[in-house]
Nanobody
């Protein structure tokens, strides 16, 4: 059994920063690519960032490139999403996901991920 728990969300003013964490229990993170997705009210779930099992490869959605950074610390079974220069359009529920297959390579596709956290709310008022 794998459980993912996100934390670190909250309300932040535009231009501010937040760091989200995703901690995994059960099987170790080290063999899994990990991803962050987000979903705003009335919209489909959107790819934000992903990292390979080795940490050597990362991917970002166009809307967050240059502002967000994904990283992982397998000794803590945790993946992070550092979010800088936040904008009102970043407001969403952010989900962490683990990909068990794919030889540790990350993807942008929601259906490629096998386990999901419950989400954490990020709100950036306009």
């Amino acid at each position: 059994q794998v459980q993912l728990v996100e934390s670190g969300g909250g309300l932040v003013q535009a231009g501010g920063s937040l760091r989200l964490s995703c901690t995994r229990s059960g099987r170790p993170l080290s063999m899994s690519a990990m991803g962050w997705f987000r979903q705003a009210p009335g919209k489909e779930r959107e790819f934000v960032a992903a990292i390979s099992s080795s940490g050597s490869s990362t991917m970002y959605g166009d809307s967050v490139k240059g502002r967000f950074t994904i990283s992982r610390d397998d000794s803590k079974n945790t993946v992070y999403l550092q979010m800088n220069t936040l904008k009102p359009e970043d407001t969403a529920v952010y989900y962490c996901a683990a990909r068990m297959g794919g030889l540790g390579y990350p993807t942008t596709v929601t259906s490629d991920y096998d386990y999901w956290g419950q989400g954490t709310q990020v709100t950036v008022p306009s």
